[in-house]
């Protein structure tokens, strides 16, 4: 029988954690696998942050990923949301995975992925979510199979109503911007693979985007600095 997981707490869930993907602190949840009678489900839970951080912040960056997971729930290359025990936590599907670049037992045919991941970011853009944080390769998982998994949708950016023009305008910049990085990931993992009509970050901002784009950095080490401890 399935579990019920929507009927455990918070505190019970944690529990049964048994094995931690990241570790909380500073501006950081804790991500954590929590199995019940043989089955498995992986907790994120923003409580585990600093106190000002997650009392503050917490609730909004849990709300956000919630909101994407419930707008994807039809795509299958995402976590399925399974509950939401605190307003600072989510519990979501596990995908027995690896991440990109750190992959140790999954070899997958390195052009069919691509044509995968590639094929997974469009959907979530038909879904209409760019996901925002994909250059960071720790988001893309690969499974056994050697299929795509894009996890930690807390940075993404939803489209709006047609007549919305800046808001079109953003959606479509962050839709180019998930696509370079399937250029920035073949770049680490599969450097022959790159052509010229893979999209590089630089094109897509030009100059004065690459300069907010340091400026977006610096303020992330900064407030990483005061955040932890
Ligand atoms: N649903 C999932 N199934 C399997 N593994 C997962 C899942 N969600 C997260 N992970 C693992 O946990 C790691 C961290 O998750 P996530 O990226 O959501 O948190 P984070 O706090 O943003 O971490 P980071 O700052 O390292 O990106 C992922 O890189 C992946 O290895
Ligand atoms: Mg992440």
């Known amino acids: ?29 804790d991500v954590l696998l929590i199995e019940i009678d043989g089955q498995k489900a992986v907790l994120k839970d923003q409580s585990a942050a600093d106190k000002m951080f997650a009392l503050l912040v917490g609730p909004v ?23 939401k025990p605190t307003s600072r936590s989510f519990l979501m599907t596990y995908h027995q995975s690896e991440q990109i670049t750190k992959l140790e037992h999954y070899h997958p045919e390195w052009p069919e992925f691509f044509e995968k991941l590639r094929a997974a970011i469009d959907e979530i853009h038909r879904a209409g ?48 911007v998930d696509l370079s990085a399937i250029t920035k990931i073949k770049g680490k993992v599969a450097k022959e693979l790159i052509t010229d009509t893979d999209i590089v970050a630089e094109d897509i901002a030009g100059r004065p985007g690459m300069a907010l784009k340091g400026l977006g950095q610096l303020i992330r080490r900064v407030s990483r600095r005061l955040f932890t401890k």
């Not at 997981?5 to 501006?27: D, N």
């Not at 990923?65 to 039809?74: H, V």
């Not at 050697?146 to 959606?171: H, K, S, T, Y």
């Open 1 to 29: 029988m399935s579990v019920n997981w929507s009927q455990y707490s918070l505190e019970q869930l944690r529990a049964h954690a048994t094995q931690t993907f990241r570790e909380g602190g500073g501006s950081r949840p």
């Open 61 to 83: 960056l849990n709300w956000r990923e919630c909101k994407a997971l419930k707008k994807l729930s039809n795509v299958s290359c995402v976590p399925n949301l399974l509950g």
């Open 129 to 176: 979510v760019a996901h925002n944080d994909l250059r960071n390769p720790t988001n893309t998982l690969v499974t056994a199979n050697g299929e795509p998994i894009l996890v930690d949708l807390v940075a993404c950016f939803c489209r709006g109503q047609a007549w919305n023009l800046p808001n079109r305008w953003m959606f479509n910049k962050f839709s180019q």
